[in-house]
């Protein structure tokens, strides 16, 4: 059998050791002639045997040399047919090596012996999760969202290791931690936790529809590092940021005016606490209460539209200030979170703030705000975060000095 040698391309084939052989059955209590099977094996491991219909008299069947004795026609013509397949299954592993895809014994027993079922590879075992999940629960289309990122981040470790189209069969304890490494060089160790656990997900549900036999995955705990990242900016950067003049800059009118518009946005998340999902829907309003005015609605995540987790925050006067220059609160511009992050990191740096902005610190921001300036309890920030759980609230702030100073009075005699 042909092996791939190391070639030292990133995403090279690893050598295999390809073993097919063929096993002769026992005749039946009528019959002088056994079955043929074959049994293939790669890199110890091996696939259900399989039939290959060829019938042959034990008295004449040579184990050790895999062929028919004598100089029969028949005897020739099973020897080549037997020849034939032993060609056909070098043919097919030289095809998985060109395709750059995983060797593995139940692949080639299908390649030749005419399965035509498809295989179940990780990746359509995790089209049927997806859509046993959207049936099934109630998430919303951004959980969904979710999902796919994660499941393109180990499409990635699975093409870069040489296992394009692992079958799900195939996976064990050793290509998982595997992609524990490979997420944790690439990702904070909170994000490749989740990415691992749900590639432990995926697995679990095709253990429990009975596609693999056991879950060797199972026993492997992940534990997150519980350092939760609550960077925002403070209230004299909101400040620096809101009274920056982008006119003062050398650029051409347009980029001015791109500049201005997501500086804008970046306050509305920094004092509303948007998420970027909820702003460019934009299925809020803005109400009245007691003479102030309010932005309220439910957030995109809530369970199927159930409209689960509603949010509402009083408008600061810079919120009300930007509402006015563009007429309406509708009417801010709409971009891709991936662009709306590009032009924040070129705002901070123009503006001198010594921090990676995204929408998602601006989010952060607001959550800090209310715990720390405006000392509201963790109940009162998760309800303008739109959380229907306090256990979120830690992922975007966390209580500090100021808020405790604001909490804590000694009376003159220390008591």
Not at 226 to 253: M, N, S
Not at 342 to 355: E, F, P, T, W
């Amino acid at each position: 059998m042909a092996n791939l040698v190391n070639s030292g391309l990133k995403t090279m084939q690893p050598t295999n050791r390809v073993n097919i052989r063929f096993i002769l059955h026992p005749p039946g209590p009528r019959s002088k002639e056994g079955v043929l099977y074959v049994r293939a094996t790669v890199n110890g491991v091996r696939a259900p045997q399989k039939s290959t219909g060829i019938k042959i008299n034990p008295d004449v069947w040579e184990q050790k040399e895999q062929r028919v004795s004598g100089k029969s026609g028949i005897a020739g013509m099973t020897n080549t047919r037997i020849a034939q397949l032993k060609a056909y299954f070098e043919e097919a592993e030289n095809r998985l090596i060109l395709a750059g895809d995983t060797i593995t014994a139940k692949k080639l027993v299908d390649a030749v012996m005419g399965d035509k079922a498809e295989p179940l590879t990780f990746k359509s075992v995790y089209s049927q999760y997806v859509e046993h999940r959207k049936l099934t629960s109630r998430n919303s289309e951004i959980t969904f969202q979710g999902y796919s990122k994660y499941f393109n981040n180990i499409s990635l470790y699975l093409e870069q290791t040489g296992q394009k189209n692992v079958l799900i069969t195939d996976i064990d304890d050793r290509v998982f931690m595997g992609l524990i490494k490979f997420m944790k060089a690439r990702f904070k160790e909170d994000y490749a936790v989740k990415i691992a656990n749900f590639f432990k997900s995926v697995y679990r549900f095709a253990f429990n529809k009975g596609i693999v036999k056991n879950n060797p995955l199972d026993s492997i705990t992940l534990k997150r590092s519980g350092i939760y990242d609550t960077t925002h900016i403070t209230t004299d950067e909101i400040r620096k940021l809101a009274e920056f003049d982008f006119r003062e800059l050398p650029f051409p009118p347009d980029s001015i005016r791109v500049l201005d518009e997501e500086r804008d946005a970046f306050l509305l998340t920094c004092f509303t606490g948007l998420h970027h999902s909820d702003y460019i829907k934009k299925q809020f309003k803005i109400t009245e209460y007691k003479g102030s005015q309010w932005i309220e609605g439910y957030r995109v995540k809530s369970e199927r539209g159930q409209k689960s987790k509603p949010y509402t925050m009083k408008l600061h006067p810079i919120v009300l200030s930007i509402i006015d220059k563009y007429n309406g609160v509708y009417n801010l511009p709409i971009r891709n979170n991936y662009k709306r992050n590009l032009i924040l990191k070129q705002i901070a740096a123009h503006v001198g703030i010594k921090k990676h902005l995204t929408t998602k610190i601006g989010r952060k921001t607001c959550a800090n705000y209310c715990l720390n300036v405006l000392n509201m309890s963790l109940e009162e920030t998760a309800k303008v975060l739109g959380h229907s759980s306090l256990n979120f609230v830690k992922y975007y702030a966390d209580i500090d000095k100021s808020r405790l100073d604001n909490r804590i009075h000694f009376e003159q005699d220390g008591l």
